[in-house]
């Protein structure tokens, strides 16, 4: 099914809504918000198979991906309602006042307070989790803020779905009328529209470099600035350390070939580079990591687009100077697969060229061979920023390699030591961002309740009576929540 491309009329009349919405919502007590996000949980069950069928059709992706998508949305849902509810994320910070200090101390009470409408631009290879009812939209709801979903057009249908059921328990738990929007548009127009409109305070994105790119500038060209949450993929470097390889390359060969090709490679966590030191078990991983390669099958990509980009992006890091293709998969290809593919490059080939540092979205990884430890040190620190890295190392490998460590430590979001970075735990100690380009902001990341923190701000009341204060921050605790109360973490009244 098609949808029309919202007009100018249509996204003005949308976020008028939300505006005044938000004024109405911002005041919803954390229960309430926590209770609405729990009900739209619910209902995204209760789509059924039917979600799962229509998002199988537009997608690609196989049934047991899209359940197990569906049950982390969910879960999504339901663990940032709790966290809400618990209002750790508000930060609450209390400094009584002193008196007979002089000068004199003023009481002084913060926490954080929602921005305002928030637009979320859905992810095209998440099609629940990081799309209509993903964490970007639970995160804002959590804060007290309405959402306004641009879906995405590669799945369009299946956002109509989630946002009929996202509306569907506004209904139930009487929400103000604007609390969530869903937007149709495949132009560029729509999308600047939606964060160049003056009632929009933030926006959550998961995509491509240039389009997430664009979103901030549109979103810092406005004559209001606004923070553009943009989470934009990376290459996610894997260090194989001479020790670790030498004693364990076969595994790490077929670990590493399962990781690759993991949904065809359409993860922004997919370890897009493997970097080694010239030696006997470098050759050899690379020898078998081609073998698994050739043995896995090609499989659909997402759409026609991501299968066209794929195709040249890998064909044009292919066609660069020392660059050498290693294996492909030796089953045939169809049009709309995307073929698992193996190449290697030197180190310096690496260091003097930035078209090898770019992202080829799908199943291809290059093996880059440095002459020595300090080349690999050197690799390091011309990396940009990284979503994940990870070390493939024994202990002796890190002790005695700190200056890598420390290289590393400066790129990256999520630092992983033996493992691969395909897979993103949600949980509260989880970070999925990091430093530019991975991210337009290196201190947010898109996975875990912190996330809630994107769409706040802090507001400190000074001299306040008591009974005038948010319940946040009354003398009381009513809400029962942790506070840090002069420099101590404190549940306790005052």
């Known amino acids: 099914m098609s949808y029309k491309d919202f007009n100018t009329e249509e996204i003005d009349r949308v976020m008028q809504e939300a505006w005044t919405t938000f004024h109405i919502y911002r005041k919803f007590s954390l229960q309430q918000r926590a209770a609405y996000m729990?009900?739209?949980?619910?209902?995204?069950?209760?789509c059924g198979d039917a979600l799962i069928q229509t998002a199988m059709g537009e997608t690609n992706l196989p049934e047991a991906r899209l359940r197990g998508e569906r049950a982390r949305t969910i879960f999504q849902l339901n663990s940032y309602a709790e966290a809400c509810e618990k209002g750790n994320w508000l930060?609450?910070?209390?400094?009584?006042?002193?008196?007979?200090?002089?000068?004199?101390?003023?009481?002084?009470?913060?926490?954080?307070?929602?921005?305002?409408?928030?637009?979320?631009?859905?992810?095209?290879?998440?099609?629940?989790?990081?799309?209509?009812?993903?964490?970007?939209?639970?995160?804002?709801?959590?804060?007290?803020?309405?959402?306004?979903?641009?879906?995405?057009?590669?799945?369009?249908?299946?956002?109509?779905?989630?946002?009929?059921?996202?509306?569907?328990?506004?209904?139930?738990?009487?929400?103000?009328?604007?609390?969530?929007?869903?937007?149709?548009?495949?132009?560029?127009?729509?999308?600047?529209?939606?964060?160049?409109?003056?009632?929009?305070?933030?926006?959550?994105?998961?995509?491509?470099?240039?389009g997430g790119k664009q979103l901030f500038d549109w979103g810092n060209q406005r004559n209001e600035p606004i923070p553009v949450f943009a989470e934009m993929g990376s290459i996610n470097p894997v260090f194989l350390m001479p020790e670790k390889l030498y004693t364990e390359s076969a595994s790490m060969a077929q670990q590493y070939a399962a990781s690759i090709t993991l949904g065809v490679g359409q993860f922004c966590?997919?370890?897009?580079?493997?970097?080694?030191?010239?030696?006997?078990?470098?050759?050899?991983?690379?020898?078998?990591?081609?073998?698994?390669?050739?043995?896995?099958?090609?499989?659909?990509?997402?759409?026609s687009g991501i299968v066209s980009a794929y195709k040249k992006n890998k064909g044009n890091a292919l066609l660069q100077d020392d660059v050498h293709l290693v294996a492909e998969s030796e089953t045939e290809v169809k049009e709309n697969e995307g073929l698992p593919t193996i190449a290697t490059a030197s180190g310096q080939a690496f260091l003097n060229n930035p078209v090898l540092h770019q992202e080829v979205f799908g199943p291809y990884s290059i093996?880059?061979?440095?002459?020595?430890?300090?080349?690999?040190?050197?690799?390091?620190?011309?990396?940009?920023?990284?979503?994940?890295?990870?070390?493939?190392?024994?202990?002796?490998?890190?002790?005695?390699n700190?200056?890598?460590?420390?290289?590393?430590?400066?790129?990256?979001?999520?630092?992983?030591?033996?493992?691969?970075?395909?897979?993103?735990?949600?949980?509260?100690?989880?970070?999925?961002?990091?430093?530019?380009?991975?991210?337009?902001?290196?201190?947010?990341?898109?996975?875990?309740?912190?996330?809630?923190?994107?769409f706040a701000r802090p507001i400190a009341f000074q001299n306040w009576a008591n009974n005038l204060l948010p319940d946040e921050l009354k003398n009381e605790n009513p809400l029962n929540i942790w506070r840090t109360v002069n420099n101590e973490l404190s549940k306790e009244k005052i």
Request: glycine content about 8%.
């Open 367 to 400: 093996v880059i061979r440095c002459k020595d430890m300090q080349e690999m040190i050197t690799v390091a620190k011309n990396l940009e920023g990284q979503l994940t890295t990870t070390l493939m190392a024994t202990e002796t490998d890190i002790t005695r």
């Open 91 to 210: 930060e609450a910070r209390i400094d009584t006042a002193i008196t007979d200090k002089t000068p004199p101390k003023p009481d002084i009470r913060k926490m954080l307070v929602p921005l305002g409408p928030v637009v979320v631009f859905g992810a095209s290879n998440f099609p629940f989790a990081y799309s209509t009812a993903g964490g970007d939209t639970a995160c804002a709801f959590a804060a007290g803020c309405p959402v306004i979903v641009k879906a995405h057009p590669a799945h369009a249908e299946t956002s109509e779905i989630v946002a009929n059921a996202i509306l569907t328990a506004a209904n139930k738990c009487n929400m103000p009328k604007g609390i969530f929007a869903h937007v149709h548009g495949a132009s560029f127009e729509v999308g600047k529209a939606l964060v160049q409109h003056p009632h929009t305070k933030a926006v959550g994105f998961t995509g491509s470099y240039i």
């Open 402 to 454: 700190n200056e890598l460590v420390e290289a590393i430590k400066n790129i990256c979001g999520r630092f992983i030591l033996n493992g691969v970075p395909t897979g993103v735990e949600v949980c509260l100690s989880q970070h999925h961002g990091g430093p530019f380009p991975a991210t337009t902001d290196s201190r947010f990341g898109a996975v875990g309740a912190d996330g809630i923190k994107r």
């Open 269 to 303: 966590t997919n370890p897009g580079l493997l970097i080694g030191i010239e030696s006997e078990a470098l050759k050899t991983f690379v020898h078998d990591l081609g073998k698994a390669i050739q043995k896995i099958a090609p499989a659909p990509m997402l759409h």
């Open 38 to 46: 729990k009900t739209i949980a619910i209902e995204l069950d209760n």
